[in-house]
């Protein structure tokens, strides 16, 4: 018990220094009182919380977590990269260690091994409470496509698409409707958005890369530009009012691209690294239309990201968002 104090008190001197350290407030996490209209969660891959933003050619996310809400110790919940999505929209990875398909794929073979999961997500909740949703998903052949992947080049991954995996989703076709091509975000946005947007490059321009895109400053380049481009237009889009946000989060960490170099903000003091929040240290960004730069220095993950939006649109918190503390203060930041 001693011990756990102590580690808690180190956790909370390193979160003071760290935001010192970048001259931004620190913010305690808290459940807060504000009330979204919107949120857009723009996920990239693959990328530890230093080479995201301090180790390579990414000058907009740069700037946009030095001007915005940066979240400074947060962490991805496991690996690989389907387990985390999932957590974002159910609060739960359901103990899976793969990226294996929905067992409602469209072109699952014989025998192959696949994932159905059963039980709420967010989805159910938004519905319950009239409010509205959608998947934006770039190179998906089209809305309510079940497909794995797009072969040979398998741009779209479906290991990034939590949705399909829930019977519930799945099995509707009115819900599969909202699983949409990135080309329907702008007419969306110009006309009336979900009230919860996921958004989802493909595998050459969320970091991940495939063999027709490999080069990692190319890749950094790359969604450094997507996240610019994406921000602009929801920026630009009347629905961007004083009560919403978009928040970029990548699934897991990656192995470091530069030895020894270190992030301005880099440890989150002791315990950063423990299996409960998955070893993965990667940066969050919230975006708001008010409020200045600050930082959240709170060990939190993507239960702790679900936790925030389920609040903020006024529902109950769903499995492991339970108790977990929330980044509502880089939402609710006073203009």
């Known amino acids: 018990m001693k011990l756990r104090i102590l580690q808690n008190l180190a956790v909370a001197v390193a979160s003071l220094v760290c935001a010192a350290a970048l001259g931004f407030p620190a913010l305690a996490g808290g459940s807060g009182s504000k009330s979204f209209d919107h949120v857009y969660v723009i996920v990239l891959e693959n990328r530890d919380f230093g080479d995201a933003l301090y180790h390579g050619p990414s000058p907009f996310l740069l700037g946009l977590s030095r001007a915005q809400g940066l979240a400074t110790c947060y962490f991805g919940v496991t690996r690989p990269s389907l387990p985390n ?97 990135l080309e329907a975000l702008a007419p969306d946005l110009a006309g009336q958005a979900p009230n919860f947007a996921f958004i989802v490059p493909n595998q050459c321009h969320d970091g991940h890369g495939l ?69 993965n240290h990667v940066a969050t960004i919230v975006v708001t239309k008010c409020g200045g730069p600050a930082t959240n220095d709170v060990l939190t993950n993507h239960y702790a990201l679900l936790a925030t939006i389920e609040d903020g649109f006024g529902l109950p918190r769903l499995r492991k968002a339970a108790g977990t503390p929330t980044l509502m203060d880089l939402f609710d930041r006073p203009c």
């Open 211 to 279: 063999e027709i895109c490999k080069d990692p400053d190319r890749l950094t380049r790359d969604y450094d530009a997507f996240v610019e481009q994406t921000v602009g237009m929801i920026r630009a889009s009347p629905n961007w009012t004083e009560n919403s946000a978009i928040v970029v989060t990548f699934d897991e960490g990656g192995p470091s691209r530069t030895t020894g170099a270190a992030a301005p903000v880099d440890r989150c003091g002791v315990g950063a690294d423990s299996a409960a929040l998955g070893g």
């Open 85 to 181: 999505y999932l957590a974002m929209i159910a609060g739960d990875e359901f103990g899976i260690r793969d990226n294996a398909p929905s067992c409602f794929a469209a072109d699952l073979r014989p025998g192959q091994s696949c994932h159905r999961l059963a039980g709420d997500s967010l989805v159910d909740q938004l519905e319950a409470a009239g409010l509205s949703w959608a998947l934006y998903a770039e190179s998906l052949a089209g809305a309510a496509v079940l497909r794995q992947a797009d072969r040979p080049d398998p741009l779209y991954a479906q290991k990034h698409n939590p949705f399909v995996y829930f019977e519930q989703i799945a099995t509707r076709p009115a819900r599969l409707a909202k699983l949409r091509p």
